[in-house]
Nanobody, 126 residues
């Protein structure tokens, strides 16, 4: 069982930056995907950024060049640096973990992630 705890959300004006952190504990697979999802009010949950154990990353188009996912594997901590924030980035952000199947790249499919953090709110004002 993996437990995830997020931190770092808050309120910021458009154009500003925030850094989210996710601390993982428990039994973590050597092959794994860690992702940041977000969910705005009335919307579905979407995968924003993913990183695997090799450091390979994937981003949704709307955050490319603005968000950076990183990891400190030794500490089982994961981060999402968010720059040039836009009002459209306002959402509850969740850290998620899932084992990666051998030979398959990580993908932002909700069902592939079996551990979730409690979420942290990011609010961007104009």
């Amino acid at each position: 069982q993996v437990q995830l705890v997020e931190s770092g959300g808050g309120s910021v004006q458009a154009g500003g930056s925030l850094r989210l952190s996710c601390e993982a504990s428990g039994i973590i697979s050597s092959r794994r995907c860690v992702a940041w999802f977000r969910q705005a009010p009335g919307e579905g949950r979407e995968g924003v950024a993913i990183v695997d154990e090799f450091g390979r990353t994937t981003y949704i188009e709307s955050v490319k060049g603005r968000f950076t996912i990183s990891q400190d594997s030794a500490k089982n901590s994961f981060h999402l640096q968010m720059n040039s924030l836009d009002v459209e980035d306002t959402a509850q952000y969740y850290c998620a973990y899932g084992p990666r199947q051998f030979g398959i790249r990580c993908s932002p499919v909700l069902q592939l992630f079996d551990a979730w953090g409690q979420g942290t709110q990011v609010t961007v004002s104009s």
